[in-house]
T-cell receptor, first 107, second 113 residues
Framework: KNEVEQSPQNLTAQEGEFITINCSYS?????LHWLQQHPGGGIVSLFMLSSGKKKHGRLIATINIQEKHSSLHITASHPRDSAVYIC?????????FGQGTRLTINP | EAGVTQFPSHSVIEKGQTVTLRCDPI?????LYWYRRVMGKEIKFLLHFVKESKQDESGMPNNRFLAERTGGTYSTLKVQPAELEDSGVYFCASSQELRGEQYFGPGTRLTVT
């Protein structure tokens, strides 16, 4: 079992739908990252959070330290949101990554 | 401000050959990280530099991999000799603070045939 588990692994939705991607982890962390990777593209950091909630545009990330769980939400999803979303937790000094969630938003 | 850059973007080599990957971090970022994603697996940590010193190299798979960061600026990751299982995408990231936000490069796709 991986130290960082994401669900679902694949998600297909229609434009405009509300999207939720979940991340559970089993190790102690100092922070959690949500990353985005477009096909053939590099990795972009969306959020780094250690408590509560952060919002950037249509993206919202939440974390519950006690439950060792984080969620990434996308409101009013758009085809350009299609990408792989990766959860990564920062332990002592290094990142441990989930396998990623492949999101496809159809027009 | 330039982001993290990596060179080459793609490398195809034969088994037994040597390849050197390069990473240029964001200027002023003391922390530099190497990661690797092999097909179908999650991204894995390889090693972490603080300036020119190796802070943590616990993720390096074996002694065929050698990372350097002379002068504390750019870093190289050499694979010698390359094996088929070394194929994957190698990412570099840098951060200003030790546990700060990491900025990723575009990655180098290595294919060993």
């Amino acid at each position: 079992k991986n130290e960082v588990e994401q669900s679902p692994q694949n998600l297909t939705a229609q434009e405009g739908e509300f999207i939720t991607i979940n991340c559970s982890y089993s190790v102690g962390i100092s922070a959690l990252h949500w990353l985005q990777q477009h096909p053939g593209g590099g990795i972009v950091s969306l959020f780094m959070l250690s408590s509560g909630k952060k919002k950037h545009g249509r993206l919202i990330a939440t974390i519950n330290i006690q439950e060792k769980h984080s969620s990434l939400h996308i409101t009013a999803s758009h085809p350009r949101d299609s990408a792989v979303y990766i959860c990564a937790v920062l332990g002592a000094q290094k990142l441990v990554f989930g396998q990623g969630t492949r999101l496809t938003i159809n027009p | 401000e330039a982001g993290v850059t990596q060179f080459p973007s793609h490398s195809v080599i034969e088994k037994g050959q040597t390849v050197t990957l390069r990473c240029d971090p964001i200027s002023g970022h003391d922390n530099l990280y190497w990661y690797r994603r092999v097909m179908g697996k999650e991204i894995k940590f390889l090693l972490h530099f603080v300036k020119e010193s190796k802070q943590d190299e616990s993720g390096m798979p074996n002694n065929r991999f050698l990372a350097e960061r002379t002068g504390g600026t750019y870093s190289t990751l050499k694979v010698q000799p390359a094996e088929l299982e070394d194929s994957g995408v190698y990412f570099c990231a840098s951060s200003q603070e030790l546990r700060g936000e990491q900025y990723f490069g575009p990655g180098t796709r290595l294919t060993v045939t």
